[in-house]
């Protein structure tokens, strides 16, 4: 079992930047593929990006790719996503996932996620 909690969201104009964290519990982290996915309003959640367990190779959706760095920390169990240049667009709730032995961006194989933390982009 991994529970996983997602912090860092919160409020931010077009051009800014945001770091989210979402920290894992449990000793095998390292084991594990992690992902990031979100989800806007009237929306189905869609994936964000995705981090192989030692952090060594990492997968972005074309929406976001070279704007988003995914990164991860394994001695402090916890995997980060580096958002820059946000666009209004960009409003959603991001969900960290994780699964022990997919890496990609199909949601049905990340068996753990957590509760969400809320991104708002303004004009």
């Known amino acids: 079992q991994v529970q996983l909690v997602e912090s860092g969201g919160g409020l931010v104009q077009a051009g800014g930047s945001l770091r989210l964290s979402c920290a894992a519990s449990?000793?095998?982290?390292?084991?594990?593929?992690m992902g990031w996915f979100r989800q806007a309003p009237g929306k189905e959640r869609e994936f964000v990006a995705a981090?192989?367990?030692?952090?060594?190779?990492?997968y972005y959706s074309q929406s976001v790719k070279g704007l988003f760095t995914i990164s991860r920390d394994n001695a402090k169990n916890t995997v980060y996503l580096q958002m820059n240049s946000l666009k209004p667009e960009d409003t959603a709730v991001y969900y960290c996932?994780?699964?022990?032995?997919?890496?990609?961006?199909?949601?049905?194989?990340?068996?753990?996620w957590g509760q969400g933390t809320q991104v708002t982009v303004s004009s």
């Open positions: 981090i192989s367990p030692s952090g060594g190779s990492t």
């Open positions: 449990g000793r095998t982290f390292s084991s594990y593929h």
């Open positions: 996932a994780a699964n022990g032995r997919y890496y990609g961006g199909a949601m049905d194989e990340y068996d753990y």
